[in-house]
């Protein structure tokens, strides 16, 4: 029983998560091995070191992880690449289910760094890409980001769930090159400009003159919208809450929190829970039922919360009875038998 206590969950293995990687990195430098385990499994790189290394002591040469992995045959190369030849991206998922579909003999092992290099890709942590492009942010820029319109809804979930795609969404946001007019749909500048005669000069007018009315804790462009909304910039989005509150989320110093049907913001990054909302409310308007809590959040922020939910967060952080005149066990048992 470690000090640090690890939920395995389903037919999970560490010494094969583990030594499968090492597999697929290889060579590796000793500590970059364990940074990438940690960005690929969450579990730090020091607990990493001390309880798993055991695992691969075998690998280690010289401050290096090598080992000597098998190879595709010319066929199972030739048949493999014409598959990888259809994008230029793959999540480590998807080329796993390549391998076992092509029925390579040597099976995943043969997924590594030196086989993918030559078939003409670039193995990181959880993803390869084509060597066509001298690293990843070139690659999203042209398979992913060389439209007006980036619905992310079709973009590979495991390649969505990577920290270098959410970096590159990032660098996107506060570069204002794209902006979401809707739930997961990203729109670039050019489309802005055509749609809605928005520069990026006006983009950054409207963040300046909107954000002197950042007072309260929590806001998005349906709560302050009866106050900005006269706005002769403003007025350029047609009503667009939505995209309204994505230019208010795109600044420096604004954070968010993605609900239901809505964004909330805040100017204080900690304070971006669903229960400080709650309590937030409660604190300006006093103690109310489950009901008229729930209607109020969505009144203000333009979300969709079911009562349930709202009932299951205020049970989970004990804090129910203060701000309630109602209880939420009969609703948490109606969300658990449903």
């Known amino acids: 029983f470690r000090r640090i206590p690890v939920m395995i969950i389903g037919d999970g293995d560490e010494e094969k998560q583990i030594v499968r990687l090492v597999k697929e990195l290889s060579p590796i430098e000793y500590w970059d091995f364990y940074e990438a385990y940690e960005e690929r499994y969450g579990l730090r790189k020091e607990s990493a070191i001390a309880n798993l290394g055991s695992y691969i002591e075998k690998y280690h040469t010289n401050n290096e992880y090598i080992t000597d992995l098998p190879r595709l045959s010319y066929e199972e190369e030739t048949r493999i690449k014409r ?11 998807e080329l ?61 979930p495991e390649i969505s769930r990577l920290s270098s795609f959410k970096n590159y969404i990032y660098t996107l946001r506060l570069s204002l090159d794209y ?101 937030w409310i409660v604190e300006r308007e006093g103690r109310m039922t489950l009901d008229r809590l729930t209607n109020r959040i969505n009144e203000l922020f333009g979300s969709g919360f079911d009562k349930h939910k709202i009932a299951f967060k205020l049970k989970e952080q004990g804090n129910a009875e203060e701000l309630l005149t109602d209880g939420v066990d009969e609703y948490i048992e109606q969300l658990i038998s449903a």
């Open 83 to 93: 598959v990888l030849e259809k994008k230029d991206i793959w999540s480590i998922e």
């Open 96 to 156: 796993e289910s390549v391998f076992t579909e092509e029925n390579v003999a040597s099976g995943i092992d043969a997924l590594n760094n030196t086989t993918l290099y030559d078939m003409g890709f670039t193995l990181n942590i959880g993803y390869a890409y084509s060597r066509k492009y001298s690293n990843v942010t070139e690659c999203l820029e042209n398979c992913i980001f060389s439209k007006e319109l980036v619905d992310l809804n079709e973009v590979d």
């Open 179 to 279: 902006i979401e007019i809707s739930p997961k749909l990203l729109a670039s500048k050019g489309f802005l400009e055509k749609e809605y005669g928005l520069t990026e000069e006006i983009i950054r007018e409207i963040q300046a003159s909107i954000s002197s009315f950042y007072t309260e804790k929590y806001f998005n462009a349906n709560s302050l919208w009866e106050s900005i909304k006269e706005d002769n910039n403003v007025g350029l989005l047609k009503g667009n809450k939505w995209l309204c509150t994505s230019i208010m989320r795109q600044q420096e110093g604004v954070f968010s929190l993605s609900v239901v049907n809505a964004v909330i913001l805040s100017l204080q990054r900690d304070e971006l829970a669903l229960a400080k909302i709650c309590t």
